[in-house]
């Protein structure tokens, strides 16, 4: 099954709770949620106390995408906030065979990315253990990016190892994803699509609509 992920970096801050109702209503079936601590990224976005406030006002998965250079640090309050996914990144500091244990251990899903400049053969050790991968497609930081085309490669690879090994591993793509692009990204193998200018930029149903119309032809 193809999943969207509407990231809320693009939502209206304000009114987080009804943009992420509008989507979830029109069929969305995760929320992105993007956390970014100004040093592992030159951005700084929200953190677990906005976690904790998003799980009191939906039911929806959350999925929480750190972005930060030291999980070790703040997973604890990630995981109490009431994550439903938590991704940490291969290239953030720390052991993250480790951290992907540690939420596992907490009874959340959990999730490495890797960016653009790093190569999918990292992951393939840890696929045994991981509910998601997430191929970066832009450089993490911002939203509103160009997917990169480069990027397409090795969400193939990935896709191959996991269902050659069977795992039950979901295949997430972060950045650019768009209604124009969003077949190829599929055919190549993603499962769950992070898309946020595209689901809140203008009209979050209709936007939401055409993603899930794409992916029910696969
Ligand atoms: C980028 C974030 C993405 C971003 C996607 O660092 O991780 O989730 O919000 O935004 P779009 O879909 O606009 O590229
Ligand atoms: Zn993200």
């Known amino acids: 099954m193809i999943k969207l992920s509407p990231s809320i970096l693009s939502a209206d801050f304000a009114n987080l709770q009804r943009d992420i109702a509008i ?9 992105h949620v993007d956390c970014m601590d100004g040093h592992f990224v030159p951005n700084l976005t929200i953190g677990a106390p906005v976690v904790k ?6 039911d929806a998965t959350l999925d929480v995408h750190l972005m930060i250079s030291n999980p070790d640090q703040y997973l604890d309050d990630f995981i109490k ?3 439903d996914i938590i991704t940490v990144h291969y290239e953030a500091n720390g052991d ?11 009874g959340v899903r959990a999730c490495v990315s890797i960016k653009p400049g790093t190569p999918a053969d990292v992951l393939l050790p840890l696929l045994p253990e991981l509910d998601m991968v997430l191929i970066m497609t832009v450089e993490p930081g911002f939203g509103g990016q160009g997917y990169i085309d480069a990027c397409t490669d090795k969400i193939r690879t990935i896709r191959k190892a996991i269902d050659e090994n069977g795992y039950k591993c979901e295949l997430e793509i972060d950045g650019g994803a768009k209604l124009t ?5 599929v055919a190549a193998g993603a499962n769950v699509i992070v898309a946020g200018s595209a689901v809140f930029g203008g009209d979050i149903e209709a936007n939401v609509k055409g993603f899930k119309k794409i992916f029910d032809e696969y």
């Not at 989507?23 to 929320?31: C, S």
């Not at 406030?53 to 939906?58: G, I, M, Q």
């Not at 993250?96 to 907490?106: C, D, F, G, N, S």
């Open 23 to 31: 989507a979830v209503d029109a069929g969305a079936e995760y929320v």
């Open 53 to 58: 406030a998003l799980r009191k006002a939906t």
């Open 96 to 106: 993250t065979l480790a951290q992907v244990r540690k939420i596992k251990e907490a």
């Open 81 to 83: 906030a009431g994550s």
């Open 181 to 185: 692009n969003t077949p190829d990204i």
